[in-house]
């Protein structure tokens, strides 16, 4: 049986028989788009007859001002997954290292261009799992570990938040890993999709880390923190080098009119991101509540920074559960297909109250 992809409702609706969905498979803002993307979008709609600017320069532009980068230093691309094929293809990397469970379009784009991949597993605790560096000792054994596995190393997905984790990278981390990357001659592709749902305190970004490491992309997602999947907008960041390379082997109409406009007025709404991240929070402390509430002992729900979380299952697999709930009309993610993650798992999003007062209810009804 094929395995549902997150946010695949018309699959969905042909499996399950019905055409009214609770989705928490894909782990998109329900809140959003700023309400300003709507009035744009229809005012924007006449533009359909024109092609796309091919620059996009203003909503690189606006992006510069936003993210205080060069314009030379940002590309749009048709959401983030194009710009990962785009930059793979680009550079061709012999030996990839992917750290597992991850997002699979990473593999995807590695063995497209017929690169040899290799695997660093984390497991369900993602970047928690690997020593934390807090002593001199601790720092010494991390640098060991990195240089070992960088080792003839051509490039490393990393993310952070990771997906399906939850978890961060810490700077320091990252620091050392930049260093030894840079040592190997090694291609550093940084994943920072779910950055905008991390609190205050945990929100950083790699791109402080552009103009000393020629070798370090950063790539970051506008259609999940904006509600804007279905239009698919993605901004890479790197050095002007890196994106005129880049600029050789992709579509030079790949973000369309109708993108642009609503990229370019959801950076523009500064209350929003404060707002959502309210929202999320209120939602997900109320779902983290109501589980333990529930006190059910075959499921254990594993904490995450971020707008989703992972569910482990101790009594029968977790094919049966996602089957089960989408009989319910609630759509999860099974993990069963993410390598290096041990055991029955399904992922969840945080979405409203009463979404996840239904998740609750549904797994009641299993159980």
């Known amino acids: 049986m094929r395995r549902l992809h997150g946010g695949n409702l018309r699959e969905a609706e042909e499996r399950f028989g019905k055409n009214d969905f609770i989705d928490l498979s894909a782990n998109i803002n329900p809140f959003g788009p700023p309400q300003g993307v709507w009035k744009r979008l229809r005012s924007a709609l006449p533009e359909i007859i024109h092609y796309p600017d091919p620059e996009n320069k203003r909503l690189t532009q606006k992006l510069s001002e936003q993210f205080k980068l060069l314009p030379e230093q940002i590309l749009v691309g048709n959401g983030a997954g194009e710009l990962l094929f785009t930059l793979t293809l680009a550079l061709k990397p012999k030996k990839v290292l992917i750290p597992v469970p991850g997002f699979s379009e990473y593999e995807r784009a590695a063995r497209a261009v017929g690169a040899e991949v290799r695997y ?25 570990l990195w240089q070992q596995l960088l080792n003839d190393c051509d490039l490393i997905y990393l993310n952070s938040p990771h997906n399906p984790t939850g978890s961060v990278l810490r700077v320091d981390e990252l620091k050392i ?9 090694c291609w550093i592709v940084f994943d920072e999709s779910f950055y905008d749902f991390l609190d205050n305190d945990l929100r950083w970004t790699a791109r402080i880390f552009l ?11 506008m259609t999940k923190f904006f509600s804007l999947p279905g239009i698919r907008l993605g901004v890479l960041f790197s050095n002007q080098k890196v994106l005129d390379c880049l600029q050789r082997f992709r579509d030079p109409w790949s973000v369309n009119v109708l993108a642009e406009e609503a990229g370019i007025e959801a950076v523009a709404d500064s209350v929003f991101p404060m707002e959502v991240r309210s929202k999320l929070k209120d939602s997900k402390d109320f779902f983290y509540r109501e589980f ?10 594993h904490f995450t920074h971020v707008n989703f979380a992972l569910i482990e299952i101790k009594d029968r697999t977790s094919l049966e559960i996602v089957e089960r709930l989408g009989k319910l009309g609630i759509l999860v993610r099974n993990c069963d297909s993410f390598q290096g993650i041990e055991g029955q798992y399904i992922r969840v999003a945080i979405k ?15 159980y």
């Open 352 to 366: 409203d109250k009463e979404s996840m007062k239904r998740l609750i209810e549904g797994l009641q009804a299993i």
């Open 120 to 144: 660093m597993k984390l497991g369900v605790k993602g970047w928690d799992s690997l020593p934390q560096v807090k002593t001199p000792e601790d720092k010494n054994q991390y640098i060991t």
């Open 177 to 185: 890993i930049l260093e030894i990357a840079r040592k190997s001659n």
């Open 292 to 301: 333990e509430r529930a006190k059910f002992k075959a499921l254990t729900l």
């Open 211 to 221: 103009e000393e490491n020629p070798k370090l992309i950063v790539i970051y997602s």
